[in-house]
């Protein structure tokens, strides 16, 4: 979606500022960010002809733009499709769920999520969401989902079977005609560049179509890396071992069959489950290898795999004490959840949270906040204790994992306290060996000798 495609230093225009439609991403890997994302969909040409068309009102648009049919909804409508991106066909989907609002009431079928609950009644509002928990939508959703893979594999057999098939190598420039694995096994065999088996692969033409293109670029088919001239990126592709795709590029998904097989599952969930696990129990844990949490800055890029290096970058850098609020306002684990989204979603959007003020871009808002000093200015809990904030701003935030209960600090504090030990009363020795059962065996056993 529009929101989620945007860079994290990206800021948005006050038209759509609050149209964040989807958690955004802090980037992991350049590569990846490439290409179209999202569930994979037939290549061709037919999504630009159709047109989607509002739930609710005749407002339509062409496919390709859906983003502008998904910020309408929730403008006018209120309406909030979850996941959109894993919707088979959503022109169908759209027009089955038409049909429904008109036959029922919208809240038969859709979660209520009211926002500024704690306001005043004529500032709450009514959003709805759509989703999969909803076994009818979940219904839906499969079937066009099953609907699409026979389509897929209808597509793939009549690949096997085309003997028209005429392209010329990417390498090489060597012609070859007939089936499409000839050409694949040559450039796997001479060239050691794979795509995978030719069995695998959907829509061949389009997928050597973007490669080609690409090289025509000058552009590295792995690191996607641009070059001068063609002797350049040869060099580079041979030498870094760089003639294969990047397989983290979800551009390059809807050309493999994998990725349609099951709902809402990318090939590399679908290639890590393995049924041996399934009959063989193994506790054997030793070749676990935990990866560190990297938390990023709620102000700028900086980022660090310890918390305690972030918070005080956090503090020296920016001047805002994310320990210090936490223990002045008593703040419990979800209102520093929802205050860490809030924070990310404001400045994100270009917004200083201490006076609303809104600027046209990230890097004047944080020097704006420096000079007045408002990084510690929170506004009224009214403004971020809200319940749309219980959802991540970006959702590999790997700072909401390092929060932590005041209540479980408190604790911790109690149980480093030294634990007072009571002594027994020994005031009078002589009494208590009088009375002792060790001396009363010692009689008993003097008196039977």
């Known amino acids: ?35 179209s994302s999202g569930s994979p969909g037939s290549p061709g040409s037919a999504g630009a002809e159709q047109l989607l068309v509002c739930l609710f009102c005749p407002e339509s648009v062409p496919l390709q733009q859906k983003d502008v049919l998904l910020k309408h909804l929730l403008l006018e409508h209120k309406l909030v499709i979850a996941d959109v991106k894993l919707v088979a066909d959503l022109p ?12 029922q009431p919208l809240t038969d079928f859709c979660s209520v999520i009211k ?8 500032k709450q509002e009514d959003y709805f969401l759509l989703c999969d928990v909803l076994p009818e939508d979940r219904v839906l959703r499969e079937k066009l989902q099953q609907k699409r893979l026979v389509e897929v594999l209808e597509q793939q057999q009549r690949e096997r079977e085309d003997g028209s098939f005429r392209r010329l190598c990417m390498f090489c ?14 450039m796997a065999r001479e060239h050691s560049f794979g795509i995978g088996l030719p069995d ?35 060099d580079h592709m041979r030498k870094k071992a760089h003639r294969r795709i990047n397989a983290s590029n979800s551009a390059y998904d809807r050309f493999y069959v994998i990725n ?3 709902l809402g599952k990318t090939w590399e969930e679908v290639q890590s489950e ?5 009959l063989e129990e193994d506790d054997d844990w030793s070749d676990w290898r935990s990866h560190p949490v990297s938390a990023v800055c709620l102000f700028c890029e900086d980022q660090s795999e310890t918390m305690e290096q972030i918070y005080a970058h956090m503090k020296e850098a920016h001047g805002f004490d994310l320990h210090g609020l936490r223990t002045k306002l008593n703040l419990r684990f979800y209102q520093q959840v929802k205050l860490v989204n809030f924070i990310r979603r404001e400045i994100h959007q270009g917004r200083c949270y201490g006076c609303q003020e809104t600027f046209g871009s990230r890097g004047v808002v944080l020097r704006h906040m420096e000079v007045k000093g408002h990084a510690m200015t929170l506004p009224d809990a009214s403004a971020w204790n809200q319940p749309q904030y219980y959802f991540p701003t970006y959702e590999n935030d790997g700072l909401l994992c390092s929060l932590s209960d005041s209540g479980e600090d408190e604790e911790e504090a109690r149980s480093r306290e030294e634990v007072p030990v009571i002594a027994e009363d020994v005031s009078d020795l002589r009494a208590l060996k009088e009375s002792s059962v060790l001396n009363q065996l010692v009689r008993s056993r003097s008196s039977c000798s």
């Open 1 to 35: 979606m529009a929101a989620s495609a945007r860079s994290r230093n990206g800021v948005t225009s006050p038209a759509v500022q609050d149209c964040i439609l989807e958690p955004l991403c802090f980037p992991e890997d350049p590569v990846c960010c490439s290409g």
């Open 92 to 103: 169908k989907y759209a027009s089955y769920w038409r049909r429904r609002f008109q036959e």
């Open 115 to 122: 926002t500024n609950s704690q306001g005043p009644l004529e």
């Open 173 to 186: 420039s060597e012609e070859f005609s007939g089936n499409r694995s000839s050409l694949l096994n040559h």
């Open 200 to 234: 695998n692969i959907v829509y061949c033409d389009q997928f050597l179509e973007v490669l080609q293109g690409k090289l025509d670029n000058l552009q590295c088919l792995y690191c996607e890396k641009t070059f001068r001239d063609k002797t350049t990126l040869k």
């Open 260 to 262: 349609y097989l099951e």
């Open 274 to 278: 393995d049924d041996r696990e399934l």
